[in-house]
């Protein structure tokens, strides 16, 4: 069974571009769920959807970040402008499993902003 | 204070060694608590799950949880090489989706 499919793996910009990052959940998982980690701060929720809906963006860091999820099977985050702070890797996770909270990760997006 | 609180390491220790990995937490509405292995530029995989309080064993893994103390414990008996990567805990309240991980500790373990 294919696991959570993120695009691109790796990601190297400049400062002021927009960035996009992708993912495909686990067909069935109807919990998706948005991670950013970095050496200093670990791994930090940003956000998740429930059947599509946002439910929790409260650990978007700013205006610049958006997500989306147009359809059970894609999501989209997005940083606009882009700033080196920034620079992080992006996992994407899915769930069916609300009651134990078990995630199954993607293996995640390098972001670099020069 | 962060809610979850892990030693990042890195820890180094010889094949065959038991090894102890902790967490504390301060959060005592946390129920469910998890331990999550990450291999290098990989996504962390679940490895142990415990509900509430207790001992829960897999192999060579035993996942203890301390509620009274607020403190989580993953033992590794008879390490392999296999087993470096870095140990995140996780832990949620009870209805909650979001789940607080740890800090994360790197382990290597040198043949």
């Known amino acids: 069974d294919a696991g959570v499919i993120q695009s691109p793996r790796h990601e190297v910009t400049e400062m002021g571009q927009e960035v996009t990052l992708r993912c495909k959940p686990i067909?069935?998982?109807?919990?998706l769920f948005w991670y950013r980690q970095t050496m200093m701060r670990g791994l930090e929720l940003l956000i998740y959807f429930n059947n599509n809906v946002p439910i929790d963006d409260s650990g978007m860091p700013e205006d610049r970040f958006s997500a989306k999820m147009p359809n059970a099977s894609f999501s989209t985050l997005k940083i606009q402008p882009s700033e080196p702070r920034d620079s992080a890797v992006y996992f994407c996770a899915s769930s069916n499993r609300r009651n134990t909270g078990e995630l199954f990760f993607g293996e995640g997006s390098r972001l670099t902003v020069l | 204070q962060k809610e979850v609180e892990q030693d990042p390491g890195p820890l180094s220790v010889p094949e065959g060694a038991i090894v102890s990995l902790n967490c504390t937490y301060s959060?005592?509405?946390?129920?469910?608590f998890m331990w999550y292995r990450q291999y290098s530029r990989k996504g962390p995989e679940l490895l142990m799950y415990?509900?509430?309080?207790g001992n829960k064993e897999d192999g060579r893994f035993t996942a203890q949880v301390d509620k009274s103390s607020k403190y989580i414990s993953l033992f590794i008996r008879d390490s392999q090489p296999s087993d470096s990567a870095t140990y995140l805990c996780?832990?949620?309240?009870?209805?909650?989706?979001?789940?607080?991980f740890g800090q994360g500790t790197r382990l290597t373990i040198n043949p």
């Open positions: 067909s069935g998982h109807n919990s």
């Open positions: 996780a832990m949620k309240v009870q209805g909650a989706q979001k789940l607080v």
């Open positions: 415990t509900y509430s309080s």
């Open positions: 959060n005592s509405a946390f129920q469910y």
